[in-house]
């Protein structure tokens, strides 16, 4: 036994596993595994990046991240100085743990909700309080009913991953109005990009409600295409951006990753691409599994959860024999939803691959 003990919680942490990216033997895989964009980065992101490695990579970071502040609070109509980066936006999830919760206190997570939130829980020795969802949404009222004397952050994905499901704009200012003044509401709006629904905000506004217990986090690694370059942001309140920057690492974004998010941002056709072939593979790809005999949960991210009529058996089978063809999608059953896949939206080519695949998996 290792005589040196890690602070409580950590070994109740599962370890993250990330998507895989290959199959023994196969040269070209195609990967539908970890959300990431069939379109890649902007091009002009890519040229960022390169210019600012050939400046010196001898020179630390920009700490601030002033440019990318400025080109972020420019793109979306907000005051720079209330905008914090990161080294993607799971450093927040943790620096935000970190920030306002230790051991004794609880943090509330929804039944789905994405996996990094119970790990970011459990390793400040906090509680991870879940909190059972309806048809895969969240649920307001359970989430409210939680709630505990101890209870210190709520941390909701909107859209979530893995189920795509969203809560609207009033849902989500139900939320905030059923917390007490005191407990932080962490809206996590990775794949806020990607929505298209009239009633869904990714909530800047509760940021600004007057009572700064509410912050909004959002990356660079979904619609953008720069998953390799770790960049997060967040939008929130001045206290308790003060308190993240306190803890987080003074050097926190590459050189390259300021650059390559800075060009980035800028490029809205780029991302008016990304979104426009995401909005039509969503459905198209959702009907075409139901045609097979899936349950689709309706996906504003860039990713559908598929349900196989024969559970969990035939979900891993489905999972092998998109294997064997050199296909990657993402098992879930970390998530108890093991009668499920998780499939990113890929190329056009990828997605045709991936149904036709299918289709010979169910005759
Ligand atoms: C992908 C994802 C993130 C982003 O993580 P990064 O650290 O920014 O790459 C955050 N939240 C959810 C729900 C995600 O699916």
Not at 188 to 194: K, S
Not at 198 to 202: E, K, N, P, R
């Given at each position: 036994m290792h005589p040196i003990k890690p602070r409580n919680g950590i070994l109740n942490i599962t370890p993250y596993k990330a998507g895989d990216a290959k199959i023994e033997g196969v040269a070209n895989v195609i990967k539908l595994a970890s959300n990431e964009s069939p379109l890649g980065p902007s091009p002009a992101a890519v040229d960022a990046a390169k210019k600012a490695a050939d400046a010196g990579l001898q020179l630390y970071p920009d700490p601030a991240c002033t440019a990318l502040r400025a080109a972020i609070g420019e793109v979306h109509g907000l005051?720079?100085?209330q905008i914090i980066c990161s080294g993607g936006s799971e450093e927040l999830l943790h620096l935000l743990a970190k920030g306002y919760a230790t051991d004794g206190d609880e943090i509330i997570y929804c039944?789905?909700?994405?996996?990094a939130y119970p790990i970011t829980i459990n390793a400040v020795g906090a509680t991870p309080v879940m909190v059972s969802e309806d048809n895969y949404t969240a649920n307001v009222d359970g989430i409210i009913a939680a709630v505990t004397p101890r209870t210190k952050l709520v941390n909701l994905a909107n859209p979530n991953n893995p189920t795509g499901t969203y809560l609207t704009k009033a849902e989500v200012q139900r939320l905030r109005n059923g917390l007490r003044d005191d407990i932080l509401l962490v809206l996590?709006?990775?794949?806020?990009?990607?929505v298209e629904q009239?009633?869904?905000?990714?909530g800047f506004e509760l940021v600004d409600?007057?009572?700064?217990?509410t912050i909004v986090t959002r990356t660079f690694s979904k619609i953008y295409g720069l998953a390799g370059a770790r960049v997060g942001w967040a939008y929130g309140p001045p206290s308790v951006l003060d308190i993240l920057h306190r803890i987080r690492g003074t050097f926190n974004v590459t050189v390259m990753s300021q650059a390559a998010a800075t060009a980035a941002v800028r490029d809205r056709d780029h991302v008016a691409k990304a979104k426009a072939h995401n909005l039509k593979w969503v459905p198209e790809m959702s009907k075409a599994l139901e045609d097979m005999g899936m349950t689709v949960t309706p996906s504003q991210g860039n990713f559908i959860l598929a349900h196989f009529p024969g559970g969990p058996e035939q979900a891993q089978a489905a999972d092998t024999f998109l294997r064997s063809k050199g296909i990657i999608v993402r098992p879930v059953g970390n998530y108890d939803l093991a009668g499920a896949l998780r499939i990113t939206i890929g190329t056009d080519a990828e997605n045709d691959a991936l149904l036709s695949v299918m289709k010979t998996f169910f005759t």
């Open positions: 005051d720079p100085t039944q789905y909700g994405f996996i996590d709006a990775a794949y806020a990009e990607y009239d009633d869904y905000d990714a409600n007057g009572l700064e217990n």
